[in-house]
């Protein structure tokens, strides 16, 4: 398996303001996963784990995060990707970590919905006001999950149409082809063509 996401995630991170000290890579092992966090909250704030955030024989995040903090708050969030997202919080080094998916387009959607949104917060920074435009076509999407779906933006006569981008959460090709996203609220069935939307840009 190709590494695509610390690169992306620490491109990503430099590009929101933050400093990274250091990108490790370590196998599906327990006492190799604990060991890299243990290393990474002596001197970070934020840390952020890609893959093993499921529920598979080789998913360890959620027990080394239990382990190393006695304190994951979550393991599982409502929206498409990202489901499997994990947050817990260190009080020893007071370090926030993030357990975010593997696939490339969920881990990146995650990282700027839940830790870049925070930490902007923490900091008294705004984010980019997202632009108005109107879908370019029907949409469904699954009710009871909170959908994020990238779109392109298409000048024209009337502003922006947002023109929807398919593909499965594992395409970083998808996403490099992306504007921004649109967020299809969790009691929503989907999006009408023409509908108004709120586009949150990259």
Not at 20 to 48: H, K, P, Y
Not at 82 to 89: C, E, S
Not at 116 to 124: A, D, M, N
Not at 135 to 142: A, D, L
Request: charged residues 25%.
């Amino acid at each position: 398996i190709r590494d695509i996401n610390s690169y992306a995630l620490a491109a990503e991170a430099k590009s929101m303001g933050m400093t990274v000290r250091r990108r490790l890579r370590v196998g599906d092992n327990e006492a190799e996963i604990f060991q890299a966090v243990s290393r990474a909250a002596e001197d970070s704030d934020i840390i952020l784990l890609s893959g093993g955030s499921s529920k598979g024989n080789k998913d360890y995040t959620k027990k080394v995060l239990e382990n190393f903090t006695g304190n994951v708050f979550t393991h599982g969030i409502a929206m498409k990707p990202g489901k499997p997202t994990i947050l817990a919080y260190d009080r020893k080094y007071r370090t926030v970590i993030a357990g975010l998916p593997g696939h490339p387009m969920a881990a990146m959607l995650m990282f700027r919905l839940v830790i870049v949104r925070w930490y902007w917060e923490k900091i008294g920074r705004q984010m980019r006001p997202p632009y108005r435009a109107r879908i370019s076509e029907n949409v469904s999407s699954n009710q009871g999950r909170e959908t994020c779906l990238p779109v392109k933006l298409i000048p024209d006569s009337e502003g922006f149409a947002a023109k929807p981008i398919y593909a499965k959460s594992g395409s970083i090709a998808a996403l490099s082809r992306a504007d921004g996203y649109v967020r299809i609220p969790r009691n929503r069935e989907g999006l009408n063509k023409g509908e108004p939307v709120w586009v949150e840009v990259f």
